[in-house]
């Protein structure tokens, strides 16, 4: 059985790029630019299996702590 291609907007393949460099392959919660990352744009990568929730952050709960899976250092390559 083939497996479905799932689509990858700009915005999330950027998002991606920036953990390949990260220790642990640690997503941002900030942009370079200092603005925070959008919460869909993050909820859309860990739907599409490009992203993991990495750990809960105690002082801001809201946050989500993300990083790159497997897929998503092969997405953010393309």
């Known amino acids: 059985m083939a497996k479905a291609t799932l689509r990858m907007s700009a915005t999330e393949q950027s998002y991606l790029r920036l953990g390949l460099k990260q220790p642990g392959g640690k997503l941002p919660l900030f942009d370079n630019n200092g603005r925070e990352i959008n ?22 709960p809201e946050w989500l702590v993300c990083r790159l899976t497997i897929a998503g250092r092969a997405a953010a390559k393309v």
Do not use: D, H, Q, S
């Open 39 to 60: 919460n869909r744009t993050i909820m859309a990568c860990v739907e599409k299996g490009y992203a993991e929730k990495w750990f809960a952050n105690p002082l801001k």
